[in-house]
């Protein structure tokens, strides 16, 4: 089955954590460069970027929580989906 990684922003520290199963819920943009798509983990755990890719499948499990500067990176892998685009 394959897989995709996709990251999302968290401000807050300690919302979710590595092997945790997230579900998401997804927003639709138009924009002038057509449909965008993005998504949230719920309950407003954490956004990702925009992307022109709708996903299949709103769950998945976190790979990582990394620390940057003032915000955290969440790496979710979410099953059956194509690894071709994060």
């Known amino acids: ?10 401000e807050r520290p300690g919302l979710v954590e ?10 639709v943009l ?10 949230t983990i719920n309950d407003a755990v954490a956004m990702s970027n925009n992307t022109p890719k709708r996903l299949h499948h709103l769950e998945g499990t976190v790979k990582s929580v990394v620390e940057e500067e003032s ?6 892998t979410i099953n ?3 690894a071709g685009e994060k």
């Open 80 to 82: 059956g989906e194509s």
């Open 30 to 39: 138009k924009t002038l460069s057509g449909t965008m798509y993005y998504y």
């Open 71 to 76: 915000v955290y990176t969440v790496t979710v």
């Open 1 to 10: 089955m394959a897989e995709r990684d996709m990251d999302f922003r968290m």
């Open 18 to 27: 590595a092997g945790q199963h997230v579900t998401m819920t997804e927003s």
